[in-house]
């Protein structure tokens, strides 16, 4: 019999408290996923967002690298296609994507770190219902480290003053169309834990999204078109000492027709403000798990290392105007990267270099 991530009604929350809580952390504890309904966020605000983001990536490729920050990590704006490669794998995953931050409305205590937005002006609402549909699951996702902190033993607003200023980010995800031509091993998203603390998924009602077992087992994740997934990530699963273990997943390509087909989705990755200290929380030591990290790290460094690991700090894209229109939404194929020494295939339409071979 196939095992089944578990669907959990957070109104629950409020009226049944601590069998919610209970069944959150079983649900994390041996899956590191859990899909939430009656969240909320009503499906016109879900809905508006998708439409935005599916313009933007509709655009000539060449209008999209407009909104590249150069040296920036992908931190905010448009990262296009053969960039983020998951952690000791060799090929780049099959997507493009965009980054909304944080706003501050006032002063910005990590100006350095929590950047201003872009905003393509190609999509006069995007602005509206990007950053609407942000703040929405920043409160959802606050509302799941709520009941988190309860598990862990810690007061229900244990999490609000670490999270106040996250650089938390919104990443709307094109996979395009696949051709034949795709590298061997070149996958939508290959598998991979979050670096954050939690993500709350929008788009998981889509197939293609697996989670590993702790058998060894690849689960299909696919909910209810009301549903929200939300897993658990590697800051706090090394702040919970492995308590919460930070889920590994991935993205599969379709079979047939359907990998002719673009797929969307929408990820909230939700990080601790940039100076919280990641140190084991005393209640998840014990004799038998004893301090995995006795090690503290600050969330900015930490984040900084992970995205040097998924490619996100080395290769970065030139200004130079695109050759392929990408959003045509054809189905795309492979060219070999001419810069970087490491073995990888890039995507017509997006010129690279590697800043730490130049």
């Known amino acids: ?65 407009h909104y590249h920050m150069e040296n920036r990590a992908g931190e905010r704006g448009f990262t296009g296609f053969g960039v983020e490669q998951a952690k000791d794998y060799n090929v780049p995953d099959l997507k493009e994507f965009w980054h909304i931050g944080r706003q501050i409305a006032l002063e910005n205590p990590y100006p350095n770190i929590l950047l201003r937005n ?6 006069s609402e995007f602005r509206e219902h990007g950053y609407a549909l942000y703040e929405a699951l920043d409160t959802l996702g606050n509302r799941v480290l709520s009941a988190l902190a309860l598990y862990l033993g810690l007061d229900e607003s244990w999490f609000a003053d670490k999270t106040n200023y996250g650089n938390s980010v919104l990443r709307p995800i ?17 598998r991979h834990e979050d670096i954050n603390f939690i993500t709350l998924l929008v788009g998981s ?29 590697d800051m706090l699963q090394r702040l919970s000492n492995h308590v919460l273990p930070s889920a590994t997943h991935r993205v599969v390509n379709p079979p047939g027709e359907k990998a002719r087909q673009s797929r969307y989705s929408i990820p909230f990755f939700l990080h601790p ?25 600050q969330a900015n460094e930490y984040l900084m290392e992970r ?29 070999p990267h001419p810069l970087c020494s490491r073995t990888s295939h890039l995507f017509p339409g997006t010129l690279h270099h590697c800043l730490s071979e130049l």
């Not at 293609?208 to 060894?216: A, E, I, P």
């Not at 040097?308 to 194929?333: F, L, W």
Request: hydrophobic share 35%; net charge negative.
């Open 174 to 190: 094109h996979y395009p169309p696949i051709s034949n031509e795709v590298e061997d091993g070149a996958v939508r998203s290959a």
């Open 205 to 233: 009602h889509e197939e293609g999204l697996q989670v590993l077992s702790r058998d060894g087992n690849w689960i299909p994740m696919t909910t209810p078109e009301d549903t929200i997934a939300v897993n658990i990530g």
């Open 118 to 123: 872009l905003w393509p002006a190609e999509i």
């Open 1 to 65: 019999m196939q095992q089944e991530i578990p669907i959990l009604d957070i109104s629950r929350f409020d009226s049944d408290r601590s069998a919610f809580v209970n069944e959150l952390g079983a649900a994390y504890r041996e899956y590191g996923f859990c899909g939430i309904r009656n969240h909320g966020i009503s499906n016109d605000l879900i809905e508006n967002a998708y439409t935005v983001f599916r313009e933007f990536f509709a655009l000539p490729a060449a209008d999209k690298e």
């Open 273 to 297: 403000n940039p100076d919280f200290e990641i140190r084991t929380l005393p209640g998840c030591i014990t004799r038998d798990n004893p301090d995995r990290y006795p090690r503290s790290i």
């Open 307 to 335: 995205l040097d690991e998924i490619n996100m700090t080395k290769c970065q894209r030139s200004s130079a105007p695109a050759v392929y229109n990408s959003g045509s939404h054809q189905p795309i194929g492979l060219v």
